[in-house]
Every structure is written in structure tokens, then in C-alpha cells.
T-cell receptor, first 120, second 111 residues
């Protein structure tokens, strides 16, 4: 089945630094990727939607200059948390949808295992 | 707008007990409905899905039926195990492939 790999699984950084999280589709071409954020004991909140080769669409209230999303290829999207602060500490999860080798449109969305970001 | 409501947790059950986690939704159009499970420290795994009214999704002993008339998608399992302890998210997918999650219900199964 479709697999989405997210890296790193955990990262600790100092306040003011930037952190990049990668999301890769391993056996299909991800035409669209979604980035979610999950606060402790809460649900997942959609941050942004990115389509390969175009700018990401951010949900209301999400700072696009702080959470930079790049989807430069059909298998890779990156989320960069710029000038991270302790309040950015969270669990970030990506998901992807696209077309597999047989040309089938894969649904439902497939999720990565998430990245636990801790900003000290 | 689109939204998902789940019963509040945490839910604590004894092993082999019957499980029901209620889920209702509000949506425009005809969404697909899902249950995802999240084990401690991990990402989300798809548990089951239903794409149209009256469909029943099932997997690993869990099942849920898409009820359009009551806008519900309740999760059930006849006999839970300790290994079922996790957080369960009900979700809907819009025509634009955005997935809207419910708040999650934490389940603890004790031996």
C-alpha cells in the first residue's frame, strides 16, 4: 500500500532557530500534500495544503511566513518552522494523495508518522 | 461548514467489553467518512472507511456504518483487547480532499 515517510520523527531545537521537516511519498506520486499540527491531547488541525509546483494554501490563522512549505517534486514536501519559539512545540503530521504506478488515484489520504518538535 | 463531533473521553473498558464511540458530522455534499487510530507516540493509521450512505466499514473487529439520516458514523467493537488502547479519531473528507478530524476519543482497555 501507499507509504508516506516523515523525517525526522523527533527534533529538539533552540528558540530562534529554524527546523525543516520532510514528507516523502515512497511508492506513489503525491500531487497534493497536507500538513497538520496536533497539540497535546487535541485533534489534528489542518495548517496548509500544497500542490506540486505551486504555492501552498494556508488555513486561516496560520502564518505563512513562519511555516514555509515547499512541494518542489512529486515525492517530497517540506515544512520549515522559521525562528521557532516554545509555543511552536507540537506534533506535526503530513499526509499525501496522488497517483500510484498503476495510475490509480489513491484515497483515502495516507499519513506520515509525525514529527515531535520541541523548542527550548 | 464541515465538522465532526465525537463523544468525549477518556473511555476506560475492561478487556472483552463492548465498545461504542459515537461520531456525528456536519457536511455539505456527500463526504467520505473514516476512523483513524493513533497509538501512543505514533502517527495516524486508517482503521476503516465508508464512502457512501449505508456503507459499512470494518477492520480488525471494528466496524462503523455510514448513516446519512442521522449523520452518524459510530465505531463499534464487540470485544476489546488491551492492544486496542489508543486514541480514535472520526474524520470526514471533503470533495477537495481536506480531512476534517473530530477531537479524538482516548480508549484505555484494562486487563
Amino acid at each position: 500500500g501507499a507509504v508516506v515517510s516523515q523525517h525526522p520523527s523527533r527534533v529538539i531545537c533552540k528558540s530562534g532557530t529554524s527546523v525543516k521537516i520532510e514528507c516523502r511519498s515512497l511508492d506513489f506520486q503525491a500531487t497534493t500534500m497536507f500538513w497538520y499540527r496536533q497539540f497535546p491531547k487535541q485533534s489534528l488541525m489542518l495548517m496548509a495544503t500544497s500542490n506540486e509546483g505551486s504555492k501552498a494554501t494556508y488555513e486561516q490563522g496560520v502564518e505563512k511566513d513562519k511555516f514555509l512549505i515547499n512541494h518542489a517534486s512529486l515525492t517530497l514536501s517540506t515544512l520549515t518552522v522559521t525562528s521557532a519559539h516554545p509555543e511552536d512545540s507540537s506534533f506535526y503530521i503530513c499526509s499525501a494523495r496522488g497517483v500510484d504506478r498503476e495510475g490509480s488515484y489513491n484515497s483515502p489520504l495516507h499519513f506520515g508518522n509525525g514529527t515531535r518538535l520541541t523548542v527550548t | 461548514g464541515n465538522s465532526v463531533t465525537q463523544m468525549e473521553g477518556p473511555v476506560t473498558l475492561s478487556e472483552e467489553a463492548f465498545l461504542t464511540i459515537n461520531c456525528t458530522y456536519t457536511a455539505t455534499g456527500y463526504p467520505s467518512l473514516f476512523w483513524y487510530v493513533q497509538y501512543p507516540g505514533e502517527g495516524l493509521q486508517l482503521l476503516l472507511k465508508a464512502t457512501k450512505a449505508d456503507d459499512k466499514g470494518s477492520n480488525k473487529g471494528f466496524e462503523a456504518t455510514y448513516r446519512k439520516e442521522t449523520t452518524s458514523f459510530h465505531l463499534e467493537k464487540g470485544s476489546v483487547q488491551v492492544s486496542d488502547s489508543a486514541v480514535y479519531f472520526c474524520a470526514l473528507k471533503t470533495s477537495y480532499d481536506k480531512v476534517i478530524f473530530g477531537p479524538g476519543t482516548s480508549l484505555s482497555v484494562i486487563p
